[in-house]
T-cell receptor, first 119, second 111 residues
C-alpha cells in the first residue's frame, strides 16, 4: 500500500514550457486534490475532483488544468509555465462517505510533493 | 468556511505538553475542526478532528470550547520529532472545495 505518490519529485522548466504532474493513490479514494505551497506559506487549493471524470476549481486555478480519467489518478497540467508557478505542489486524496443525501469528504492523505522551478 | 487564527510560532520543552491554540470565532454549526502538521517540507499529515466533543487518539487530544469558537491541540509529551508546522482548519465536510490551509503555527520542541 503506497498511499499517495507523485511524479516527478523535482522539475525545472523554462518560461512557456508545458508539463504534467501525476498523482496516484491506491486507497480507492473518491476525492482528490491539488495544492500549491509557496515558501513560508500554507497550502492553497488549485483544483479538486469528487470522482472519476469530474473536476472543479479551487482557490487558485488560473494557469492550471486537471483531468481525472481514472479513479486512482489525478493529473495537473501547466500549459505555459510562468515563474509565478514556481512552488511545491502537493496532491491529496480523501475518503468519501455518505449519510442520507449528503456526501462527506473525510481526512486527507497527502503525497510527498513535487518541487517545480520555472526559470 | 470559517477563518482560523493561530500564533505564528511556539516553543516547547521536550517531554512537556505542547498546547497549540486556534481561534475560529465565525465557525458554523456544521463545520468540523481539523488539525494537520507538516514536518520539514513533507506532505501534511492528519492528526485529529472533531465537531464539538473533545477527541483523543494515539497522537494528540483536541479540546473544543463549549461555544466552539476556539480549540486547542495537545501533544501530551512532545518530542523533537514533533517539531513541525501545525495547521488548524475549519470546514464543512460536505464541501471538498473548501480545503485551504492557513499559515499555521511553527512548533519548535527544544531539548
Amino acid at each position: 500500500n503506497a498511499g499517495v505518490t507523485q511524479t516527478p519529485k523535482f522539475r525545472v522548466l523554462k518560461t512557456g514550457q508545458s508539463m504534467t504532474l501525476l498523482c496516484a493513490q491506491d486507497m480507492n479514494h473518491e476525492y482528490m486534490y491539488w495544492y500549491r505551497q509557496d515558501p513560508g506559506m500554507g497550502l492553497r487549493l488549485i483544483h479538486y475532483s469528487v470522482g472519476e471524470g469530474t473536476t472543479a476549481k479551487g482557490e487558485v486555478p488560473d494557469g492550471y488544468n486537471v483531468s481525472r480519467l481514472k479513479k486512482q489518478n489525478f493529473l495537473l497540467g501547466l500549459e505555459s509555465a510562468a515563474p509565478s508557478q514556481t512552488s511545491v505542489y502537493f496532491c491529496a486524496s480523501s475518503y468519501s462517505r455518505t449519510s442520507g443525501r449528503a456526501r462527506f469528504a473525510d481526512t486527507q492523505y497527502f503525497g510527498p510533493g513535487t518541487r517545480l522551478t520555472v526559470l | 468556511d470559517a477563518k482560523t487564527t493561530q500564533p505564528t510560532s511556539m516553543d516547547c520543552a521536550e517531554g512537556r505538553a505542547a498546547n497549540l491554540p486556534c481561534n475560529h470565532s465565525t465557525i458554523s454549526g456544521n463545520e468540523y475542526v481539523y488539525w494537520y502538521r507538516q514536518i520539514h517540507s513533507q506532505g501534511p499529515q492528519y492528526i485529529i478532528h472533531g465537531l464539538k466533543n473533545n477527541e483523543t487518539n494515539e497522537m494528540a487530544s483536541l479540546i473544543i470550547t463549549e461555544d466552539r469558537k476556539s480549540s486547542t491541540l495537545i501533544l501530551p509529551h512532545a518530542t523533537l520529532r514533533d517539531t513541525a508546522v501545525y495547521y488548524c482548519i475549519v470546514r464543512v465536510s460536505t464541501n471538498a472545495g473548501k480545503s485551504t490551509f492557513g499559515d499555521g503555527t511553527t512548533l519548535t520542541v527544544k531539548p
